[in-house]
């Protein structure tokens, strides 16, 4: 089964140690786990208002890696946050709205040009479960209503919502628009990607890790649990991956 992974960081994270957080030790770590291929975004941005500088040096570290897709990261909030879409053959931007403290609202400037230049947005819902954060550090979350009504006001923009649970994905997947997709990486619950199958089609479900954040072989064990057709392997692995992200 080939996967891109759609929801990986590389970096340092700033609250404790993680292993294999640097590129070579993430890529071997993914592989393992079945990753033929990751989008990946710079973890030094969740405390940086102005991420351009970590965005340019992640990007140039990672340009001559056919594994990763490098995916910047953009604050809306702050002036010139456009510039991070001049990102030479990026794939999507990635919003983390949570930790620089911005609302969605002040994200559709940013959004609507990226569906104008067919870049896709990453909307993440969380970094890291808020009982677990450093009590200086705000990690607002998201929800469901105001990623809806994000797409919903940018319909020629393609949204993946990364980090959010069973409960999130549903209701953003149960009557969110169909410019709205889900990535895997923090869903947990029994058989929970055959189920989320039956109740929202395969078609608005992505494969991701949260690595090295999180340990990448769950994803795997999700996708065992799944028992997955030949068909549904395909469309889940990569296909729908290469379609939203221009990857093919």
């Known amino acids: 089964m080939r996967i891109i992974d759609t929801a990986a960081f590389v970096g340092s994270w700033p609250f404790r140690p993680l292993p294999d957080s640097g590129p070579e030790a993430l890529k071997a770590r993914l592989q393992r786990a079945g990753i033929a291929h990751a989008l990946v975004s710079p973890v030094e941005t969740v405390l940086q208002r102005s991420p351009q500088t970590a965005n340019r040096v992640w990007a140039a570290r990672l340009a001559d890696d056919p594994f990763f897709s490098f995916v910047p990261v953009a604050d809306p909030a702050q002036a010139g946050a456009v510039q991070v879409l001049d990102q030479a053959e990026a794939p999507a931007v990635r919003l983390l709205p949570g930790p620089h403290g911005y609302g969605l609202d002040q994200a559709r400037d940013l959004a609507t040009e990226a569906g104008r230049r067919d870049v896709a947005v990453i909307l993440q819902w969380r970094m890291i479960d808020v009982r677990m954060a450093h009590p200086d550090v705000v990690h607002r979350e998201l929800t469901a209503p105001e990623v809806r009504s994000l797409a919903e006001a940018c319909p020629d923009t393609r949204f993946l919502v990364a980090g959010a649970r069973q409960p999130e994905v549903a ?78």
């Open 171 to 248: 209701a953003v997947l149960a009557d969110g628009p169909a410019n709205l997709w889900c990535e895997l990486s923090t869903v947990e619950s029994p058989n929970v990607v055959r189920r989320l199958i039956e109740a929202y089609g395969i078609d608005r479900l992505l494969c991701g890790t949260h690595a090295p954040i999180h340990v990448p072989e769950a994803l795997a064990a999700k996708l065992a649990a799944a028992d997955l057709s030949e068909g549904e392997q395909e469309v889940l692995g990569h296909r729908t991956a290469e379609e939203l992200f221009r990857l093919a």
